[in-house]
């Protein structure tokens, strides 16, 4: 099983709103990271947790709040977004050896 | 992080053999050579991945030679579902930044 399943699919959201992003594998993978992908752009990366700790901020703002309750979950908090944060939301989990990263099927997030 | 250059785009008719070459001369002893396949709107989907020699599965095969600052993905007979963007990517062995390029637009014509 390489499954890397994201919730919800699909995301509208006010810019005042509050909402939350899902992600969950089994595959005992313990690096877990959240990547964000513009149209026709490749994604680039937002965060990496490693052993449920966050290892790599890619000076995202601070209006994206991850979160890694467990070493199966990863979370990422949305709130005060900017329409110009309407984007694909990519989670992929990694095993370390060799170093082969799954991705989920990402959640598409507009911001009206 | 070892930089890749791949094509931007390739056209090929169903039922060809499809080459993509990716350059990657800065290629470091514990990096690994991974290609993935992306739809639009969908997350990427691992296709191969290798360290040396030839690795092939049911999807593909990879072709890396001795001083593996290159490599070919390889796919046989392609379809029109194959339309995808490839992405060659270089990852360090227990190495957690993966970073991609571009990416090869391929487009199957009927």
């Known amino acids: 099983d390489t499954e890397v399943t994201q919730t919800p699919k699909h995301l509208v959201m006010g810019m005042t709103n509050k909402k939350s992003l899902k992600c969950e594998q089994h595959m005992g993978h313990r690096a877990m990271y959240w990547y964000k992908q513009k149209a026709k752009k490749p994604p680039e990366l937002m965060f990496v947790?490693?052993?449920?700790?966050?290892?790599i901020n890619e000076s995202v703002p601070s209006r994206f709040s991850p979160e890694c309750p467990n070493s199966s979950l990863l979370n990422l908090h949305l709130h005060a977004l900017q329409p110009e944060d309407s984007a694909l939301y990519l989670c992929?989990?990694?095993?370390?050896?060799?170093?082969?990263?799954?991705f989920g099927q990402g959640t598409r997030l507009t911001v009206v | 992080l070892a930089k890749t250059t791949q094509p931007i785009s390739m056209d090929s008719y169903e039922g060809q053999e499809v080459n993509i070459t990716c350059s990657h001369n800065n290629i470091a002893t514990n990096d690994y050579i991974t290609w993935y396949q992306q739809f639009p709107s969908q997350g990427p989907r691992f296709i191969i991945q290798?360290?040396?020699t030839k690795v092939t599965n049911e999807v593909a095969s990879l072709f890396i030679p001795a001083d593996r600052k290159s490599s070919t993905l390889s796919l046989p007979r392609v379809s029109l579902s194959d339309t995808a963007v490839y992405y060659c990517l270089v990852v360090a062995r227990g190495y957690q930044k993966v970073t991609f390029g571009i990416g090869t637009k391929l487009q199957v014509i009927p």
């Open positions: 992929a989990s990694s095993q370390l050896e060799p170093p082969t990263t799954f």
């Open positions: 947790y490693s052993y449920e700790k966050l290892s």
């Open positions: 290798g360290y040396k």
